[in-house]
């Protein structure tokens, strides 16, 4: 489900990475080596029978010192890191094949990272700023008035932030709301949904269920019957 991170996930073996989207999970996808998942505001489905995976998550604009801007053009979409970073991915990938212990492999995806940014980048300080505003309650936020806030213009700021973040100011907050609701729903026994609604700022109940279907593929109350050891991910029986 979408959180607003970015992240790679390498295979360490030499099966492909699997994934699948489209209508009831059907187009099945796969990349071989590493892959570079962009941010999403959708949801889809992993192979759980994959053998051996792990991946690195970026906080978000987290990915923006190592691919610098333009992180908009990864946004719902898998990409294989050698379109991006050339052969020495694919040598990098056979390096974590070829490695057996899990502590060594993150230690060199790790080294990899640090040695492969070409150089610092920092975030626009409009970006930062922004950022920042949006944490504390992400419904009570409007974009034009933290755009405002930063000193630009409407449009240069919701370019910025779409480069550097990967997201659109308002996606952004859409998914950090969904996530709120996710965070505090998860592990509780009992929900009253209309309490949860209104808490996070959805106008209605047909408002809150309509988002939370968008980014989950699940009704709140389906999503809470099936939910797993994890809040963002759900088991799935094909």
Known sequence: MPDAISGHAAATTARPLC??????????????????????????????????????????????????????????????????????????????????DPAAKLRLLRDALLEGAPRVLAWHPAVSHALAAFEPAPHRVRVAQVAREADVSHRRFIAMFTSEVGLTPKTYLRIARFQRVLKRVWQMPDVDWAEIAARHGYYDQSHFIREFRGFSGFTPAAYFAARGPYRGHVPLHR
């Not at 099945?28 to 998942?37: F, M, S």
């Not at 053009?73 to 890191?81: G, K, P, V």
Request: proline share 6%.
């Open 19 to 100: 994934w699948y989207d489209g209508e009831a999970y059907g187009r099945r996808n796969r990349l071989k080596g590493i892959a570079i998942c962009g941010t999403h505001a959708g949801h889809f489905a992993i192979d759980a029978h994959q053998p051996e995976m792990m991946g690195v998550q970026f906080k978000p604009g987290g990915a923006f010192p190592f691919f610098g801007p333009g992180g908009g053009e990864f946004h719902n979409r898998h990409i294989s890191l050698e379109d991006v970073a050339g052969a020495g991915a694919h040598r990098l990938h056979m390096r974590l094949v070829e490695t057996p």
